[in-house]
């Protein structure tokens, strides 16, 4: 349960939060998954003076739709706040939003991270939450929360190897005994997908499409090995004569255009692989790989990996809330896993 404020007379939920370039997730200790929005926030610019007009899924429909004084910032990229003020904004929000805006004493909040964020980047998280209202706050690893919402045995003496593809952030970590024993966070992920769609639309089609779009392609007929020739139709705009127009992409298609950062992902995996020392590696041969994170979802990444790693790759039960569902036990079964939780 939370805990109770003698002076205001309230509950006050702790909650933990996956806040991902993406999108974020805040999961409360008794009722789970409470709240998964875009990570996005409509600002609005008037002379000079910024305003929030929407937050998360609200405002993601106005993404590249927005009149002149109006902006859809994503405030985190790449997994690090990229706006202090707005993403603190949004951190409010969200929760106020999962306390139904009802006065609520200040709970505790615990966070997670990219590995690869620096100290400084992960103060900003911090100070973003404590500013929004929290009575403390503590951060945990993602590849580590990742592998715990995953089930994966992070305390015992095996190794566990755990590729989070998120939005921003590729995270690779092989873990044993609680702790992180090799992480490398690539700054590659479902976006870059997004983009290497988008430019090979315009490369191989003269075809502009926007960010919504290429998200789309990858969702509905995105795949790392080209199975069946379905078509997917696309509408864009064409470069050469300015006009709409449509056409019909395949599983090939976006096979090519997803390689590059596909080959990238595991050029990473091999090298946490031969950065593993020769015990854990031996526990990877009967473990495999766990994918969890949005990226997870794309088709035929697993066989993908496991045909370069000589690896089994297993999908973790729900990949997009994996985080958020780790980060949740983490802050549930404290005992368990306080040396895994930092401060700054």
């Known amino acids: 349960m939370g805990m109770f404020d003698k002076i205001t007379g309230i509950w006050s939920q702790d909650m933990a939060i996956d806040l991902g370039t993406a999108n974020t997730l805040v999961v409360l200790k008794t009722k789970g998954v409470v709240l998964n929005e875009p990570s996005v926030v409509a600002v609005a ?19 590249g739709r927005t009149p002149g004084n109006i902006q859809a910032i994503r405030p985190l990229r790449d997994g690090v706040i990229a706006d202090f003020i707005v993403t603190e904004e949004m951190i409010k929000h969200f929760i106020k939003k999962v306390h139904k805006g009802s006065t609520f004493a200040n709970p505790r909040i615990l966070i997670c991270v990219p590995t690869g964020s620096t100290p400084v980047e992960r103060k900003a998280i911090q100070d973003s939450a ?18 715990i919402g995953a089930g994966l045995p992070i305390s015992e003496a095996t190794g566990s190897m755990v590729i989070d593809i998120g939005g921003g952030t590729t995270e690779i970590a092989v873990m044993s005994l609680g702790g992180v024993v090799y992480s490398r966070s690539l700054r590659i992920a479902g976006d870059a997908m997004d983009v290497a769609l988008q430019n090979y639309m315009r490369e191989e089609y003269n075809l502009l499409i926007g960010d919504s779009t290429a998200e789309k392609i990858k969702k509905e007929i995105g795949t790392a090995i080209p199975t069946n020739d379905n078509k997917y139709p696309v509408k864009g705009r064409d470069i050469r004569s300015g006009t709409p127009k449509e056409i019909n992409v395949t599983e090939e298609d976006t096979a090519a255009a997803l390689n590059p950062i596909l080959k990238e992902m595991i050029g990473g995996i091999k090298m946490a692989l031969e950065n593993t020392p020769p015990e854990l590696s031996a526990d990877l041969v009967d473990m495999g790989l766990t994918l969890t994170g949005g990226g997870a979802l794309l088709k035929n990444i697993d066989r993908r990996f496991s045909k370069e790693t000589g690896l089994p790759v297993h999908i973790a039960e729900d990949p997009l809330a994996c985080v958020a569902i780790g980060t949740g036990k983490a802050l549930d079964q404290e005992e368990t896993f306080s040396s895994m939780l930092t401060e700054y």
């Open 45 to 63: 610019d008037n002379k000079g003076k910024k305003t929030v007009l929407a937050v998360g899924d609200e405002a993601k429909t106005m993404l």
């Open 130 to 147: 404590l500013a929004a209202g929290a009575r403390k706050v503590q951060l945990i690893e993602e590849p580590i929360a990742a592998a």
